[in-house]
Structure formats: structure tokens, C-alpha cells
């Protein structure tokens, strides 16, 4: 079975900076398409960021300039470098992976900013 395994979520203060994981099968991190999505307490899932195969990226306004997505080509993993934190980004926050007819979810990462 697919498996995609989120790491690197934690408590950090406002302003401060985390990195996320999340490790893919190859077969899955070469053709998919990439994303990152988080759910607040009381809120709606929504889109983070996304990357291609090709490197074609996309961000959610709330975190466009703040937040980094990549691909770790070596160790077929995504990443998110998120810095500049905000209470507001307080959330889990899943990964996923989708192509076609195919999609698959994490089980997700705790996110929590706060003083």
C-alpha cells in the first residue's frame, strides 16, 4: 500500500520558523502532483501549496512569501519550509499526492504557534 509519512510539526512562538516532511514512494513522487493542505480547529481543509513534477508551484495567499515548497529528488521527499509564523497558521497539516484517478493522504503533522 501507498504511504505518506509527515514529520517535523511542533510548537514554535510567532515569528519563528519550522520545516515539514513528507516521505512518498518514488513511484508516486515522480508523477503526482504534491501538495501540502491544513485544517485549523473549527475550519474548512484548505490547499497550502502544491509542486509538479516539472517544479510548477502554487500557494494559498495567506502563505505566499512566507512559506517554501521543494522537492527532495534523492530521498523522494516534499518539503515545506515555513517561516515568519503566525498564530493563524495553526493547524495539522496533511500531505498529499494526486494523479488521475489516484489520491492519497498522510495522516498529518501537528502545527501550533503560539506565545
Known amino acids: 500500500q501507498v504511504q505518506l509519512v509527515e514529520s517535523g510539526g511542533g510548537l514554535v512562538q510567532p515569528g519563528g520558523s519550522l520545516r515539514l516532511a513528507c516521505r512518498t514512494p518514488t513511484h508516486i513522487f515522480t508523477f503526482y502532483i504534491m501538495g501540502w493542505y491544513r485544517q485549523a480547529p473549527g475550519k474548512q481543509r484548505e490547499l497550502v501549496a502544491t509542486?509538479?513534477?516539472?517544479?510548477?508551484?502554487t500557494y494559498a495567499d495567506s502563505v505566499k512569501g512566507r512559506f517554501t515548497i521543494s522537492r527532495d529528488v534523492a530521498k523522494s521527499t516534499v518539503l515545506l519550509q515555513m517561516s515568519s509564523l503566525v498564530v493563524e497558521d495553526t493547524a495539522v497539516y496533511y500531505c498529499?499526492?494526486?494523479?488521475?484517478?489516484?489520491?492519497?493522504w498522510g495522516r498529518g503533522t501537528q502545527v501550533a504557534v503560539s506565545s
Open positions: 498529499n499526492a494526486r494523479a488521475g484517478d489516484l489520491e492519497y
Open positions: 509542486i509538479t513534477s516539472n517544479a510548477e508551484r
